[in-house]
């Protein structure tokens, strides 16, 4: 039973995400930080208030996060099919720390 539980927590936060998925999160990273730096940049000027700048910057960062750091589902619509493994044999004579593994 805990065992169950700890492997869907692993699975949960182990956080696997395809090709596309990244190439996504890479696009919404840039596009979302670029409009929030526009934004509190803009704001910033026009009312001559650094402080309300920093906080959107902050806000629009921290919203960034939580859209792309989390291995949301839609960042896995994509899912790598590896080759089967075609008749490889396990290594032999291996040493690790001064002990044969077989």
Request: no cysteine; glycine share 6%; proline share 7%.
């Amino acid at each position: 039973m805990a065992e169950q539980l700890l492997e869907q927590a692993r699975d949960i936060f182990e956080g696997q995400i395809d090709f596309e998925g990244q190439k996504l999160v890479e696009n919404l990273v840039n596009i979302s930080l670029s409009i929030v730096g526009a934004i509190a940049f803009l704001v910033g000027y026009f009312l001559q208030d650094i402080k309300l700048a920093v906080y959107i910057g902050l806000a629009g960062t921290a919203a960034t996060f939580l859209l792309t750091v989390p291995p949301w589902p839609i960042y896995n619509k994509n899912p790598v099919k590896w080759l089967p493994v075609a008749g490889a044999a396990p290594p032999t004579n291996i040493v690790i720390d001064e002990k044969m593994l077989r």
